[in-house]
């Protein structure tokens, strides 16, 4: 039990195109999930907090016009990463948490590369 | 969340048990002590997690002191595929209640 799964597992776009990523909670209902990017080499870092109908929070340095978070259902967030650049280009995260608390478990992540 | 420190790295020999330590003196009453493993290029993948009391599951053991200042995990028959970094995390697991990953151990398993 307890899967994440994450939608694409890769992506490669243009510059300043969108790119939008889904994580869905296969076997539980997630009031909460969470959005990560990670750097080569680098830790995980957090980027927003994923509130189910409700706006998302952002950690201090993203975003929030640039990463567009939704969370239209219990099993179901999506991130979308506008107008994207070079920079932008990361591993990102998805994770969840069950309704009810308790342990969050992780999606197989999405790589993104922006040309 | 409590702050936890690690080693940066640790080798291990196949078969071996694996011992990895985690030191988390300022977690509170409240907090689980979770770890995480990483393999390269995949998400984080959950192993145990424990409050006071030691744990085993099928993947690994946690040991946890009786202050709760620090704990160990222990993979007890070390393979290739354990390879990987592994984050040990204090998390209260409330709802909204967010992980922070430190740079964990990388555990290498070597023939």
């Known amino acids: 039990g307890a899967v994440v799964s994450q939608h694409p597992s890769w992506v490669i776009c243009k510059s300043g195109t969108s790119v939008k990523i889904e994580c869905r909670s296969l076997?539980?209902?997630?009031?909460?999930m969470f959005w990560y990017r990670q750097f080569p080499k680098q830790s995980l870092m957090l980027m927003a907090t994923?509130?189910?109908?409700?706006?998302?929070t952002y950690e201090q340095g993203v975003e929030k016009d640039k990463f567009l978070i939704n969370h239209a259902s219990l099993t179901l967030s999506t991130l979308t990463v506008t107008s994207a650049h070079p920079e932008d280009s990361s591993f990102y995260i998805c994770?969840?948490?069950?309704w009810g608390g308790g342990t969050q478990y992780f999606g197989p992540g999405t790589r993104l590369l922006v040309l | 969340d409590a702050k936890t420190t690690q080693p940066p790295s640790m080798d291990c020999a196949e078969g071996r048990a694996a011992n990895l330590p985690c030191n988390h003196s300022t977690i509170s009453g409240n907090e689980y002590v979770y770890w995480y493993r990483q393999i390269h290029s995949q998400g984080p993948q959950y192993i145990i997690h424990g409050l006071k009391n030691n744990e085993t599951n099928e993947m690994a053991s946690l040991i946890i002191t009786e202050d709760r200042k620090s704990s160990t995990l222990i993979l007890p028959h070390a393979t290739l595929r354990d390879t990987a970094v592994y984050y040990c995390i204090a998390d209260n697991t409330g709802t909204a209640s967010k992980l922070t990953f430190g740079t964990g151990t990388r555990l290498q398993v070597t023939l």
């Open positions: 076997d539980f209902q997630a009031t909460t």
């Open positions: 994770s969840a948490r069950d």
């Open positions: 994923s509130n189910e109908g409700s706006k998302a």
